[in-house]
């Protein structure tokens, strides 16, 4: 069986892309989510035929690595990653407002899960993270689910909205991904599905310095894999948005440091709280919203 087969369409036509001689040998503290090594990734091939970027070979432990996640950063940056959330939900209401039970599927410590809980909604998490489910319980006394889709703690489960946010990118598996999340969804349920646009105008600007090219990323779509992998799902895609990201200005600054002679100027910004933690909206256009229904 030829290993190197496209994970969204099968084609055996890939091309070598990317860090071809990287050791695949990676460690947890390689799949933080603030990890800002930016190019660094495992190495990576692409589909001539339907344009997926994906890594091979591939770690033997991946579900164990985000097991053994831990994240000290990723706290700091809670309050504009509440807003990101904000604008997903708000999004997806607009399509089905009707809706009452959602599902956040890589919920992290549960931003997504508290504030559809805020306004009313009946809202799920699940999390592979023991470390961020045990966040989620001290910030926000949310009960996260620790494991990964599908669950037995998830069997015969329906919901109006199933969130997965950042997560598809991570999976070896995005097909079946999409399908198993379609039958925990209600008839009339919506799957949004946020994630990395490898075709953006950023992306084909920065190439290999993208900042989404990383470790923890094996998986790369553009709209038109995007859309294949919902096809072959059995789904149906509706629309397609950009992601806003909202940035605390010295997290911001930090990592604009990786592409410029500014890092002089960081423990100046860290020393005014303030500046250092005013969020910042950021349209780049380098992260898609898929919004799904069967």
């Known amino acids: 069986m030829n290993q190197l087969k496209c994970w969204v369409c099968g084609s055996e036509n890939n091309i070598p892309f990317i860090n071809q001689k990287n050791d695949v040998n990676i460690k947890s503290t390689d799949v933080k989510i603030t990890d800002d090594r930016y190019g660094k990734t495992l190495p990576l091939y692409k589909c001539s035929d339907c344009s997926f970027i994906f890594a091979y070979p591939l770690p033997e432990n991946i579900i164990e690595l985000y097991e053994n996640l831990e994240d000290d950063n990723y706290i700091s940056t809670l309050e504009p990653r509440v807003k990101e959330m904000k604008d997903i939900l708000k999004l997806s209401l607009k399509i089905n407002p009707d809706a009452k039970r959602i599902l956040d599927v890589g ?78 969804l209600n008839e009339n349920g919506l799957l949004v599905i946020a994630t990395p646009d490898c075709d953006s105008f950023i992306a084909n600007k920065m190439k290999e310095k993208w900042w989404h090219f990383r470790l923890a990323h094996i998986g790369y779509f553009n709209h ?71």
């Open 107 to 184: 919920a992290g410590i549960g931003l997504m899960v508290n504030e559809a809980k805020k306004i009313g909604l009946d809202a799920l998490g699940i999390e592979p993270s023991k470390w961020l489910v045990n966040q989620a319980k001290e910030i926000f006394n949310l009960e996260i689910i620790e494991g990964i889709v599908p669950d037995e703690k998830l069997k015969n489960e329906k919901f109006d909205i199933i969130y997965a946010v950042d997560v598809i990118e991570h999976l070896e598996t995005p097909v079946q991904f999409l399908k198993d999340l379609s039958l925990m």
């Open 224 to 294: 038109k894999s995007m859309s294949l992998a919902v096809k072959n799902a059995g789904l149906k895609l509706i629309k397609y948005e950009k992601q806003v990201w909202y940035l605390p200005f010295g997290y911001l600054y930090q990592r604009l440091s990786n592409y410029l002679p500014i890092g002089f100027m960081t423990p100046l910004v860290k020393k005014f709280k303030k500046v250092d933690n005013f969020p910042v909206r950021l349209k780049l256009g380098d992260s898609m919203i898929a919004f799904i229904k069967k």
